[in-house]
C-alpha cells in the first residue's frame, strides 16, 4: 500500500553504498547497543519527536532484525535466569498470533506460553505482551494484569502511528516496541526498535541479540535510517506538493480503504465490522478514528469456518482461532496493493450477489 508514496518520493531515499563500507561488525562501541547505527538512533528519536507518539529520549534504543527478533530480546531479558519454572507469557485475547508460536517454538526454560492475559492463573512473575493498537482488532489497549506485583510489560506499538491510529499521548512505558514494516512499509529490510527506560533490561536485549545474529544489518540501518529521516522531513512540509506528508497521505489511502470495505460490508447483511471511537489526535490536532491496518471481520452465526468459507469464494483470511478466539472472526489485510485491494472488495460484493 505504501509503494505509491515512495514511488512518488522518487531519488529522495535512494542510498548508495560502496564495496568499502560498513564492514565491520561495530557500529558505535561507546553506544550499549554497540551494533546500532548512529544515524538510525538519531533518525529514530527525531521520528518520535516529529510525531510524538513516544517518549524516546529517556530511553535507550536497541535495534533488532524486525521487531520479531526485539519481541525475544524481551522475554529474554525481562525472564528471571534462576527459577527451576518458566516465566508465564501472557497476551489479551485476540492476540498477535505469532505470539504463541515464537514463545514456544525454541521450549525454553526461561519462559513459556500461557495464554489469555484475562484468564492469567498465577500469583508468580509473569510478562504480558501489550499491543496497541492491537492486531489483530486495531483496538487501543492497556496492561489486563497490571498490578499484581510481580508482573512485566512489554508494549508492542508497531501501529502506533498517526496513520492508523489517534494518537493520544506520548507512549512512555519500560519496554515499547516499534517497527519500519508498520511504520513505513519497509517490512523487507527487517528493522524494528525497542525503546527501554531499564540499561540492564537495555543490555540483555543487545546481548540476546549479540549471541544471536551478532548484530543488524548495517545496510537495512542506513536505508531505514534515511526513510525515517525523510518521512520526519514530511512532517515539516505538511501541505507541500512536493513532499505529501507521509501519514496524511497514508491515513487518506487508509480512510478511503475503510469506507469502502464498511460500504460492501454494510450491504452484506452476514459480515460486520468493529467500530472505533473518535478521538483527539496530538500529530493531526483532529479529532479522528482509527484505520487498522487489519480487518476484523465477524461472520454470521450460519457460517461454520468462516476462513474455509472465504477461501471458497478466492478471499483468503486469518481465523480467529490463531488470535485464541471464535473461528467465526477473521482477520483480512487492508495493507495491501490496490489491485488486490480492489479484487477483495470484488469478491466479497459477488458473495452477497449469490448468498
Ligand atoms: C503486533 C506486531 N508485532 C510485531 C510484528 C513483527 O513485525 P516485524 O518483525 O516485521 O518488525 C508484527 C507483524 O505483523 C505485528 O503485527
Same mark, same amino acid.
Given at each position: 500500500m505504501f509503494e505509491s508514496y515512495w514511488r512518488k518520493m522518487g531519488d529522495k531515499c535512494t542510498v548508495v553504498i560502496a $564495496? #568499502?563500507?560498513? =564492514?565491520? #561488525?561495530? %557500529?558505535? @562501541?561507546?553506544? =550499549?547497543?554497540?551494533? =546500532?547505527e548512529p544515524k538510525l538512533e538519531g533518525a529514530i528519536k527525531g521520528l518520535h519527536r516529529a510525531v510524538g507518539n513516544a517518549a524516546a529520549d529517556d530511553h535507550h534504543v536497541v535495534v533488532g532484525t524486525g521487531s520479531s527478533q526485539l519481541i525475544l530480546a524481551a522475554l529474554y531479558a525481562l525472564s528471571p535466569q534462576d527459577e527451576p519454572e518458566p516465566i508465564s507469557v501472557v497476551s489479551a485475547v485476540p492476540y498477535y498470533s505469532s505470539y504463541p508460536e515464537m514463545t514456544d517454538f525454541l521450549r525454553s526454560g526461561l519462559y513459556k506460553w500461557a495464554g489469555d492475559a484475562q484468564n492469567l492463573d498465577t500469583d508468580g512473575p509473569y510478562i504480558e505482551l501489550v499491543t496497541s493498537p492491537n492486531n489483530p482488532d486495531g483496538v487501543t489497549r492497556e496492561a489486563i494484569v497490571v498490578n499484581r506485583g510481580q508482573g512485566k510489560l512489554v508494549h508492542d =506499538? %508497531? #501501529?502506533?502511528w498517526p496513520h492508523y491510529t489517534p494518537i493520544s499521548h506520548p507512549a512512555d512505558y519500560d519496554v515499547m516496541l516499534f517497527t519500519a514494516s508498520k511504520c @513505513? $512499509?519497509?517490512? $523487507?529490510?527487517r528493522i524494528g526498535w525497542a525503546l527501554v527506560r531499564d540499561k540492564d533490561v537495555a543490555r540483555k536485549m543487545t546481548k540476546f541479540i549479540e549471541l544471536n545474529t551478532i548484530g543488524v544489518s548495517k545496510e537495512s540501518q542506513l536505508r531505514a535510517a534515511k526513510v525515517l529521516g525523510a518521512v520526519s522531513d514530511s512532517c515539516q512540509r505538511s501541505g507541500s506538493l512536493e513532499f505529501d506528508n507521509f501519514f496524511e497521505y497514508s491515513k487518506n489511502l487508509l480512510a478511503e480503504r475503510w469506507d469502502k470495505l464498511r460500504d460492501v460490508v454494510k450491504r452484506s447483511g452476514i459480515f460486520s465490522l468493529p467500530e472505533y471511537p473518535p478521538q483527539h489526535c496530538l500529530f493531526t490536532g483532529e479529532l479522528t478514528v482509527a484505520h487498522p491496518a487489519f480487518a476484523w471481520m465477524k461472520c454470521s452465526e450460519s457460517i461454520e469456518d468462516c476462513v474455509k468459507f472465504l477461501r471458497e469464494h478466492k478471499i483468503l483470511t486469518r481465523s480467529g482461532k490463531r488470535f485464541g478466539t471464535e473461528q467465526k472472526y477473521v482477520r483480512l489485510s487492508m495493507v495491501s496493493r490496490d489491485e488486490e485491494f480492489n479484487l477483495l472488495l470484488q469478491r466479497l460484493l459477488a458473495i452477497q450477489g449469490r448468498d
Open positions: $564495496g #568499502y563500507d560498513s =564492514l565491520s #561488525y561495530f %557500529a558505535d @562501541t561507546k553506544n =550499549l547497543c554497540w551494533f =546500532l =506499538l %508497531a #501501529y502506533y @513505513t $512499509g519497509h517490512a $523487507g529490510s
